[in-house]
Structure formats: structure tokens, C-alpha cells
């Protein structure tokens, strides 16, 4: 099956500084996702994106699949950002989305 | 916004009992998966179900485990003899369009056995 990593592990950020986590993925995809899994362990949906640019408020989100590659980018990061981003991909012709170990953000005020 | 809802939030159970999750997709949705996260590891994807038929399921997904949709509105997990190692957070989760939508999670039920 695909292979999904993601980097880095941790981070810890000061209250309005920027950061780019990334996602790399060994084979090509027809869908990805971006999670955030709050401290109560709910999995929020943050992006679908399979290829290409988007933005939501302070994120935004860039899937090269040609280069099998995913960033997610926080601005202005806030505490509430704080938990774990997984990034998820599907696998061409599987419905199961492939998480990878996911970055594990701290943001302190 | 629609939602994927569980229940229940919580359960702890005896090694050995029997456990059923049960879960509410969204209601337009046709594709419903389960997954599981055991605490502090990835989420692991269990099983996908499409017209009243499993589509895929991991190894994770042995004999003990079982699907239903028993109608037209729950969809459920069912673990027949529970271990140790079943102790996780059991997500639901459910799309429109099969692989090439987004998929929606619910919030999950954890599981503690004991």
C-alpha cells in the first residue's frame, strides 16, 4: 500500500509565528486530506486536496502529485492550533485513506 | 453543517464481552468506512462498506470484527470477543463519492477494555 511521511514529528511554535509541515507519499493519489486532531481526539477536516493551491483563513494547503508531496502551511499560529496534523491520502483505486504519524504541534503563548 | 454522529462516546467493557459501535453517516452519503486509533499511534484504517457489501478491509479486520447496516440510516462495528489490544478510539466515517470526495469523521468512540 502507500506509504505516507510525515515531518517533522514535532513543533513547537511562539504564539504568530508561521510553519510548514509537510506530507510525501510513495505512489499517486486521487484524493488527500489534511486532519487537525484536537486534544479531545476529534479528527477536523481541514482540507480535501488532491492536487493543487487552497486556502482556508490562516491555512492553506499545495499537493504536488506529480512530485508526491503535500504542504500545509499555518500563518500567525494561535494556541488553539495546538494538536496533532495528519495528512491522508488514498491510494489510486482503494477507498481507504492512508494516515501517515503526523506532526505534533505545541504552540505556547 | 451535516454530521457523522457515534455512539457512545465512551464504553468500557470486560475482556471477552461483546462490543457494538454503532454509527449515523451523513445521510446522502453512500461509502462508510471504519477506522481505529489506538492511544498515541496513527489512525488505521479498518474497513470501507458500499451497497451493503465490505469494498475493502485491512488486517486489522479479522474475523472478530463485523459490519452491518442494519438500516437505512446506522452503520455499525461490531467485535465479538474483545482482547487487551482492542482498547482504542474507533472512528466512523463517511463520503459521497467513494474515494474521490471528502471523507467525513465522526468523533469517535473510545473503547477501554479491560
Known amino acids: 500500500g502507500i506509504q505516507v511521511e510525515q515531518s517533522p514529528p514535532d513543533l513547537i511554535l511562539q504564539e504568530g509565528a508561521n510553519s510548514t509541515l509537510r506530507c510525501n507519499f510513495s505512489?499517486?493519489?486521487?484524493?488527500l486530506q489534511w486532519f487537525h486532531q484536537n486534544p479531545w481526539g476529534q479528527l477536523i477536516n481541514l482540507f480535501y486536496?488532491?492536487?493543487g493551491t487552497k486556502q482556508n483563513g490562516r491555512l492553506s494547503a499545495t499537493t504536488v502529485a506529480t512530485e508526491r508531496y503535500s504542504l500545509l502551511y499555518i500563518s500567525s499560529s494561535q494556541t488553539t492550533d495546538s494538536g496533532v496534523y495528519f495528512c491522508?491520502?488514498?491510494?489510486?483505486?482503494?477507498?481507504?485513506?492512508?494516515f501517515g504519524k503526523g506532526t505534533k504541534l505545541s504552540v505556547i503563548p | 453543517e451535516p454530521e457523522v454522529t457515534q455512539t457512545p462516546s465512551h464504553q468500557v467493557t470486560q475482556m471477552g464481552q461483546e462490543v457494538i459501535l454503532r454509527c449515523v453517516p451523513i445521510?446522502?452519503?453512500?461509502?462508510f468506512y471504519w477506522y481505529r486509533q489506538i492511544l498515541g499511534q496513527k489512525v488505521e484504517f479498518l474497513v470501507s462498506?458500499?451497497?451493503?457489501?465490505?469494498?475493502?478491509k485491512s488486517e486489522i479486520f479479522d474475523d472478530q470484527f463485523s459490519v452491518e447496516r442494519p438500516d437505512g440510516s446506522n452503520f455499525t462495528l461490531k467485535i465479538r470477543s474483545t482482547k487487551l489490544e482492542d482498547s482504542a478510539m474507533y472512528f466512523c466515517?463517511?463520503?459521497?463519492?467513494?474515494?474521490?470526495?471528502?471523507?467525513?469523521f465522526g468523533e469517535g468512540s473510545w473503547l477501554t477494555v479491560v
Open positions: 466515517a463517511s463520503t459521497g463519492r467513494g474515494s474521490g470526495n471528502t471523507i467525513y
Open positions: 505512489d499517486s493519489v486521487n484524493n
Open positions: 486536496i488532491p492536487s
Open positions: 491522508a491520502p488514498t491510494g489510486a483505486g482503494s477507498y481507504q485513506l492512508t
Open positions: 445521510s446522502n452519503h453512500l461509502y
Open positions: 462498506f458500499y451497497n451493503n457489501e465490505i469494498s475493502e
